[in-house]
């Protein structure tokens, strides 16, 4: 879910484009695409990084979600079965022949099973008109022409079974504990691609037919190819080899998602073989994927320039406080298998697990609160700015293998595929009319609503630690106090509270509470206060402490000759240097320490 989980940048070919329409959209002009009468999408583009190789991928629109209970783990039994036998290459002779060419299974030709897609994946060694007729074939073949043999579907369960111990990971255990807190309701916690062993043990040939044939449609499907080629001859041979291509009995109706539930949630998972706790706090909710134009990517680029100050604001925390409860803290949105999820996680040290969720709200909410700073959101915008402008430069240089997954993705997501030149040409007036209100704005539609939940997860066995015992549910609405619910040493966070006649109490919010059993509940209490600028940090000696020529050489532009001759020990002058440049009233702030 996590590494920094959304990618707005898609590179591809440098080239000359008009600028972007005011109405729409525009397309990669160097991107040749066509649907087929039978709905499947062609995508082709050129591009020779490396020379002499052409990558193709095969994109079905179908993965563990669209298997049934009685078929959990088919979907990646499936991807393996396509490498046993075909119309064209029957009885396992796939493999050999594409080793005859050079390719090696792995390396060149590979496939995955996720939740919402099976790809497909070739990378030719030659780019001559016969290669290219070879990988077509071989990509036909796997969308439409498996033949399910006995004996080899019955020698490759066990390679699946093995696979299934092999991925007995802590990263694993840790995603399907986290999972079941997440989509509480739905069917995506028990389908997994790895599936269920006594699925696997259970199914043969003919469930994976009955798989395949339901699911396996031209309309589910897109070939993608990029590589050292002519394009336009690549998309008419791919329209002459795809464009027969039929289902083999009607479309199998989608499996129905379940409901996820409402409200917040906790959860702990311990799994003494990870390398740290991590803490995460997200929302979730049902997604229906809204039309690219111009006002979504406006929306989608506020989004981003949030998380970039939320991001920045919680590593700022780490850097400059060692005590600070937590590393690694990492700001994520993301659409997937029809759901929306937005995130905060960072790995909690040892015994700081309540601390970092705490803080993590807090930011999280002070963000929604009271939006960014100016000059947080001009950081954010300057880093974006340099991204697009890395990403122009460096589209040349772009692998095809890159370009291909890239390209099959924006058709997944009905996304338009752009040059990295139209995309900045698109991104730069977006990000100067961006403003710090639209920028909260869009962070509260990232945050609008949806199921929370919070999760702590990892090395450490939180136990009861991470939990406390109460009679009966929390507190709830704003006026619940942290006395109330016993957070432990309350106390002022906002600045200049007590002083301005505030009760300490009345800064303290009840932010979240999260049942974690029948009788345990998990609560989080702090104060969330509005952020303020950083305070500029008075000049430093440029020659060390106790030496007059540094201060004199710092202040010379600016000060007059009574400032000019004190003394500098440390940051702070001579409380009588300090007295004579008082009595000048041309003497600037920064001459009087």
């Known amino acids: 879910m996590l590494s920094s989980m959304r990618a707005l940048l898609i590179l591809t070919v440098l080239c000359a484009v008009p600028l972007i329409s005011a109405e729409d959209l525009v397309p990669d002009p160097a991107l040749q695409s066509e649907r087929l009468p039978n709905g499947m999408r062609l995508a082709v583009q050129a591009q020779a990084q490396p020379p002499g190789r052409v990558v193709l991928r095969l994109l079905v629109t179908a993965g563990s979600l669209a298997e049934r209970e009685d078929e959990r783990g088919l979907a990646h039994f499936l991807e393996h079965a396509a490498f046993l036998g075909s119309s064209t290459f029957p009885d396992g002779s796939l493999v050999p022949h594409m080793q005859a060419l050079g390719l090696a299974f792995g390396a060149h030709t590979n496939a995955h099973t996720s939740y919402d897609e099976t790809v497909y994946k070739l990378e030719l060694p030659a780019v001559d008109a016969g290669t290219i007729d070879t990988g077509l074939a071989v990509m036909a073949d796997w969308a439409g022409g498996l033949t399910f ?25 840790r995603w399907l504990a986290l999972s079941q807190l997440l989509y509480a309701g739905t069917t995506l916690p028990r389908r997994h691609p790895i599936g269920d062993e006594g699925v696997l043990r259970a199914s043969g040939a003919a469930q994976l037919r009955a798989l395949y044939e339901g699911v396996y449609r031209p309309e589910r499907m897109a070939l993608v190819v990029v590589g050292d080629i002519d394009a336009a001859a690549v998309l008419a041979a791919a329209r002459t080899r795809f464009t027969a291509l039929t289902g083999h009995g009607p479309e199998r109706p989608q499996v129905a998602p379940g409901m996820l539930e409402a409200g917040v949630a906790a959860a702990v998972h311990h799994d003494a073989e990870a390398d740290g706790t991590e803490v995460l706090i997200a929302l979730v909710r049902p997604w229906t994927r809204p039309a690219d134009s111009i006002a979504q990517r406006r929306l989608e680029l506020e989004q981003e320039l949030a998380e970039r100050v939320l991001t920045r604001r919680l590593q700022r925390l780490v850097d400059s406080d060692p005590a600070t409860p937590f590393l690694k803290p990492e700001v994520f949105s993301s659409p997937w298998a029809g759901f929306f999820s937005a995130g905060v996680t960072a790995q909690a040290r040892p015994g700081a697990v309540l601390a970092t969720a705490r803080v993590l709200e807090v930011e999280r909410r002070r963000l929604l609160a009271f939006g960014p700073l100016p000059g947080e959101l001009a950081t954010a915008a300057d880093e974006m700015r340099t991204a697009l402008a890395q990403a122009v430069a460096q589209a040349g240089t772009r692998t095809s293998a890159k370009m291909a997954d890239s390209i099959y993705e924006s058709i997944r997501d009905r996304r338009v595929w752009m040059s990295p030149l139209q995309q900045q040409q698109l991104a730069l007036p977006l990000l100067a009319q961006a403003t710090t209100a639209a920028v909260t704005s869009a962070a509260q539609v990232i945050w609008a609503e949806g199921r929370m939940a919070i999760f702590a997860g990892g090395r450490e066995d939180l136990g009861a630690g991470c939990v406390r015992r109460w009679p009966g549910p929390p507190p709830t609405g704003p006026t619940a106090s942290c006395l109330r619910v016993r957070c432990p040493r309350p106390r002022p966070c906002c600045p200049m509270a007590s002083s301005a006649g505030v009760s300490p109490m009345a800064r303290c ?61 440390g940051r702070v ?20 320490g």
Do not use: K
């Not at 305070?535 to 201060?551: Q, T, Y």
């Not at 002058?573 to 009087?592: H, K, L, T, V």
């Open 149 to 173: 043999p006995a004996a080899a579907i019955e020698r490759e369960r066990g390679v699946v079974l093995a696979e299934m111990r092999d991925r007995d990971t802590p990263g694993l255990r």
């Open 509 to 569: 919010w009840f932010i979240r509470a999260a049942r974690v059993s029948q009788d345990r509940w998990w609560y989080l209490c702090a104060c969330i206060c509005r952020p303020r600028a950083r305070r500029r940090e008075p000049p430093r000696c440029s020659h060390g402490a106790g030496s007059p020529v540094g201060w004199a050489n710092m202040i010379a532009a600016n000060c007059p000759t009574c400032c000019r001759t004190a003394a500098c020990v």
């Open 573 to 592: 002058r001579p409380s009588m240097s300090r007295a004579r440049c008082s009595q000048a009233p041309a003497c600037p702030p920064i001459c009087r």
